[in-house]
């Protein structure tokens, strides 16, 4: 599966219209993936190894109650 990082996640909740941004730093540290099917993972790398550290799985309604990600 081949994904493209994006910078802006946005989707309807419940008659509702959500819209996160990330900047540069978050795109790099911790990206948000939509997976589809309205899940999406935060991946979190450690920024002096390059590598993975966890994963987080959302589906809409945790995200939008963790909008502080």
């Known amino acids: 599966m081949n994904m493209k990082l994006q910078s802006e996640i946005t989707f309807n909740y419940e008659d509702n219209y959500y819209r996160f941004e990330l ?18 993972a935060q991946v979190n790398f450690d920024k002096f190894e390059s590598k993975v550290i966890s994963v987080r799985y959302f589906n809409k309604l945790s995200l939008i109650k963790n909008a502080s990600i």
């Not at 900047?23 to 999406?40: A, T």
């Open 23 to 40: 900047s540069e730093d978050e795109l790099n540290i911790r990206p948000l993936i939509s997976l589809g099917h309205g899940v999406y």
